[in-house]
């Protein structure tokens, strides 16, 4: 049956038949810590009481409609993220992807509607911003551009940290610069402050828009709702997706009022963006991560839980190089292959996910809680020691 599926991924030999909270358990009786959440997704775990009554309460009223009808889910998401975070609109999607298509769009017509020739989009090597052919050519890997040239013109990949690329390559011929406050899948790299409050300051100089990226470090993940809230700037334009669902496919573009003027009617559309159903789910998402104490909370067990990472790492200096990231966006650059941790590491129960520059990621649920940190360090630990003798 697998056969029949295209192989466009290295898939382990296992399928989940039940999640409940931070455990998931296999088709063969096996149960797993899961320290992967889909990929920075489920992030009240998997099942969450509240999430499913919405789900199965909005399910016996209404599933889809369309955009060209109003929709009350939506409308209420939008108001709920609009007035959390800088943005004035919101354009809704089903994932990360839809929502960088939506934000490169934005940036380019926002200057054909200024009538200026300015289309270039600037983005960061290792950064990833999903597979479409815009997304890929942000991209600086080879693996994911090769074969599907010609790449769309207008984009330049510049050096993550590198300062003077930024002067040279911000100017008044940039369109946007498209940015993850914590690269994901490039390793769990944090880009510095200051680097990234002189992309800002550049950006504003030269009248460039910035695009933030928070598919994967957005809605709680760092312990601010929003993971350039840390550095006490605002983008232009934001793409959000991954934990806004909690595990239902949802997306969304969010922008200012002026970088959104040159959207208007007929420039963008999706047959499924912001459908009841998703949108359901997104306000309860939304309504926990907002109430009192679970941010606080995401901080305080972040912390707990990386100092407890930082002591296995000094336990095991031939297996582990340094620890990265942010709250509860938690990578270990290895010594040894990442593969081979992340593999021994899945022998022990224990789900985690691999990343660029040999990099093993750690993404739990936002509640996790501290007797299930102790258990996961204790799996890492047993993994280590599997690994070492
Ligand atoms: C930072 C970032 N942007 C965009 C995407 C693409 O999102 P999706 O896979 O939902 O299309 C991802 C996915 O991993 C991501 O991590």
Redesign the pocket.
């Known amino acids: 049956m697998e056969d029949s599926v295209l192989a466009t991924y290295s898939r382990k030999n296992v399928s989940f038949e039940k999640g409940d909270g931070i455990w998931l358990y296999s088709n063969d009786g096996r149960k797993f810590l899961d320290c992967t959440s889909g990929?920075?997704?489920n992030i009240l775990g998997h099942c969450n009481e509240k999430l499913v009554n919405v789900l199965i309460e909005q399910a016996k009223n209404l599933w889809h409609t369309s955009n060209l009808y109003r929709v009350e889910n939506q409308e209420k998401l939008a108001k709920s993220l609009v007035d959390n975070t800088f943005a004035d609109k919101v354009f809704f999607t089903?994932?990360?992807?839809?929502?960088?298509e939506c934000a490169i769009k934005m940036a380019r017509i926002y200057f054909s509607k200024l009538k200026q020739k300015r289309y270039e989009i600037l983005s960061f090597d290792g950064?990833?911003?999903?597979?479409?052919m815009a997304?890929i050519t942000t991209s600086n890997s080879n693996k994911m551009r090769e074969g599907f040239g010609p790449l769309i013109p207008g984009f330049k990949v510049i050096s993550f940290n590198d300062k003077s690329a930024l002067y040279e390559n911000i100017n008044n011929k940039t369109a946007a610069v498209i940015v993850?406050p914590i690269?994901?899948?490039g390793g769990i790299r944090v880009f510095p402050e200051q680097t990234l409050k002189l992309i800002k300051d550049l950006c504003d100089k030269t009248g460039t828009l910035l695009i933030i990226?928070?598919?994967?470090?957005g809605l709680g993940r760092t312990g601010k709702l929003f993971a350039h809230e840390w550095y006490n700037i605002e983008p232009d334009i934001m793409?959000v997706?991954?934990g806004i669902g909690g595990g239902f496919?949802l997306?969304a573009c969010l922008s200012s009022e002026n970088a959104s003027i040159g959207m208007v009617q007929g420039k963008h559309g999706s047959t499924y963006g912001g459908n009841p159903l998703a949108c359901a789910v997104g306000c309860a998402v939304m309504k926990c991560v907002l109430e009192e104490g679970f941010l606080e909370n995401v901080r305080t067990i972040s912390g707990y839980f990386s100092q407890k990472i930082l002591g296995l790492v000094s336990e095991f200096p031939d297996i582990f190089e340094e620890v990265r990231g942010s709250g509860l966006m938690l990578g270990i650059k290895t010594k040894i292959e990442n593969i081979n941790f992340t593999n021994e590491a899945f022998n022990q129960n224990l789900l985690l996910v691999p990343a660029s520059d040999n990099v093993v990621r750690i993404l739990p649920p936002l509640n996790i809680t501290k007797k299930e940190v102790d258990l996961v360090i204790k799996l890492l630990r047993k993994t280590s020691q599997r690994i070492k003798y």
């Open positions: 990929i920075a997704v089903n994932s990360g992807t839809e929502a960088i950064c990833f911003h999903g597979r479409s997304a993850e690269q994901g899948e990226d928070e598919v994967q470090c793409a997706a991954k496919p997306g």
